[in-house]
């Protein structure tokens, strides 16, 4: 048995590597992809990694979708209203929509997505023997007695305790996928490796560590702008090669078609300072980029009340300050990120969201003279008996955050940088064990609450992501009255004047808003470009 298994898998392999082009014999699409730091599992209830999430949006559906502007649009929800009290969503649901075929439906046969099923979904996110990563989303937003309601199968209502604008935007999160009950039931936690969704491509093998395809869902739903059939590629073949470089030169042979982000190894190579591509690579692939919602950013602790804080020189807002003018951030993005982001001079809240307006929004410019005025405003002149402060970093970041450490020491601020692995930073900074500290910050859903939720009192540590330990009333005040504002301007006025209270105040430095680097193939058309990075191939065609 298990060498037909391994005859039959390695005569699929070498079919899908026969015609991975157009001008093969057969004439099929197939879409390659590495997938560099490997896939868990293609369960949505556990769709918490970019590569996860990538897989998963290939293969389900949810209620709602984004689209590359990050507005919140139609998916298996055909229309919605909301209760006047902003606490009862209704959803009406389209009549077309099948799970893919499965020996676990009658007759093998897909059968069609009704309310119930999101019913199921929902309530194993938040199922505590589940335990998914996702059950954040709903945990503390909704009624406790009855939240997911099948009205009839065409109609579901979600329920809230309190008004939550950015809900729609939540739901659009591949957390959010409907999932078969007949199937999950089946499989329990094999689900993982057994998916079955709605979305354009459906499941066909996986070896974990070597490769993955998806096949073509020929009774797939959804339709062109056009008005043709999607999806128009007939597969996908996803691998796992690890080493980026190796991946790189993969693309460049044209044995992928696509490649996420550039490393720094041969980011020069790649790029010149202005991020231009080089002479070397010019014409032979499409560079794609564009605002990508992610802020990277030192974190400091402020909250006096925790022990580490006490002698710590960050509790001082003017040292917060002095630290935050002392970086010049334009010539650090051109030099080490080859101009691949966007000096961070306005607030947490990232380019590219919704609402963001650096005009409206006051951060940090480069300001050396001022951080030496604030120093000494401080009591430490020149940073006389300021004492070194320790920052903590990962391997990755590593020159970046030295680059950082000597625009502090030309003000007088004395660092030292402490390298930690990823796992154990954010360890230690999940409970306030540390200081100073490099982060980042990527957007769980396209709403900026997400980020402001992160200086929300309530949300200290051990309730929240406040990882900084900010307390300030009138942000709060703020926060919570946006829970109460439905229209969207306005909301976003609320959140530009909370977001000038955390650059005022100076719990972090904002070192830059991260861009959305893609290489395609120059063949390949129709990639989304939203600044989620979200990687949607139902609309993709490879010519």
């Given at each position: ?42 369960d ?14 290939q ?29 009862v969503?209704t959803?009406?649901l ?21 309310a ?23 945990s ?10 099948a009205?009839?199968d ?5 329920r ?9 935007s939540?739901?659009?999160a ?10 999950v039931?089946?499989?329990g ?9 709605t ?15 998806l ?17 128009h ?68 602790l402020?909250?006096?009340?925790i ?6 020189p960050?509790k ?5 300050q002095a ?5 010049d ?7 080490l ?5 966007t ?22 410019s480069?300001n ?9 405003e ?18 990755g ?17 004395k ?21 100073f ?16 939720s ?33 229209n969207?301007?306005?909301?976003f006025t ?14 972090v ?35």
């Amino acid at each position: 048995m298990n060498k037909l298994t391994g005859f039959l898998f390695c005569l699929l392999l070498s079919l899908f590597i026969a015609c991975k082009t157009d001008t093969s014999n057969s004439g099929k699409t197939i879409f390659n992809i590495n997938l560099d730091e490997g896939l868990s599992s293609l369960d949505p209830a556990f769709a918490r990694n970019q590569n996860t999430i990538w897989m998963v949006n290939q293969v389900y559906n949810g209620l709602v979708q984004i689209d590359d502007s990050l507005k919140t649009r139609p998916c298996i929800a055909k229309s919605w209203n909301i209760s006047p009290d902003g606490m009862v969503y209704t959803f009406h649901l389209r009549n077309d929509v099948n799970f893919q075929d499965d020996p676990l439906f009658i007759n093998g046969k897909g059968r069609r997505v009704i309310a119930s099923d999101f019913v199921y979904s929902f309530h194993r996110l938040v199922d505590p023997k589940v335990a998914s990563s996702g059950s954040w989303i709903f945990s503390d937003k909704i009624d406790c007695d009855t939240p997911f309601i099948a009205k009839n199968d065409s109609t579901f209502q979600l329920r809230l305790k309190q008004p939550f604008p950015p809900l729609l935007s939540m739901l659009t999160a591949q957390y959010c996928s409907v999932v078969p009950h007949e199937v999950v039931d089946h499989y329990g936690k094999d689900f993982r490796q057994h998916p079955v969704g709605t979305g354009a491509f459906k499941f066909k093998y996986w070896k974990e560590g070597e490769v993955m395809v998806l096949l073509k869902n020929e009774k797939y739903w959804e339709k062109d702008k056009d008005g043709s059939t999607l999806p128009h590629l007939d597969a996908i073949r996803a691998t796992f090669i690890g080493d980026k470089q190796t991946a790189f030169m993969e693309f460049i042979s044209k044995k992928l078609d696509f490649l996420n982000d550039i490393d720094g190894s041969y980011r020069d190579d790649i790029l010149t300072k202005a991020g231009q591509v080089t002479q070397k690579y010019k014409g032979k692939f499409t560079l794609s980029t564009g605002p990508y919602l992610n802020t990277i950013y030192l974190g400091m602790l402020v909250d006096s009340n925790i022990p580490i804080v006490k002698r710590s020189p960050l509790k001082k807002l003017k040292i917060r300050q002095a630290i935050n003018y002392a970086i010049d951030k334009q010539k650090m993005i051109k030099y080490l990120r080859n101009s691949m982001g966007t000096a961070g001079s306005a607030g947490f809240i990232p380019m590219g969201m919704p609402g963001f307006d650096a005009k409206q929004v006051k951060g940090y410019s480069y300001n050396p003279d001022k951080a030496r005025q604030l120093l000494k405003e401080a009591g430490y002149p020149n940073g006389d008996n300021l004492p070194e402060i320790v920052l903590q970093t990962t391997v990755g970041y590593r020159g970046l955050i030295e680059y950082v450490q000597g625009q502090l020491d030309r003000v007088g601020i004395k660092t030292s940088v402490e390298i930690t692995q990823g796992a154990s930073l954010r360890e230690l900074v999940s409970k306030n064990g540390v200081n100073f500290f490099y982060g980042t910050w990527i957007a769980d859903y396209p709403d900026a609450e997400n980020y402001l939720s992160v200086f929300y009192s309530k949300n200290k540590i051990p309730y929240g992501p406040n990882y900084t330990g900010f307390n300030n009333k009138q942000f709060d005040a703020l926060f919570e009255q946006a829970y109460h504002e439905v229209n969207d301007e306005k909301r976003f006025t609320l959140y530009r004047q909370m977001d000038n209270i955390v650059m005022q105040q100076s719990p972090v430095v904002i070192l830059y808003y991260d861009k959305r680097v893609n290489l395609y193939q120059n063949n390949i058309s129709g990639y989304s470009v939203n600044g989620q990075n979200l990687l949607t191939l139902k609309r993709v065609r490879k010519n």
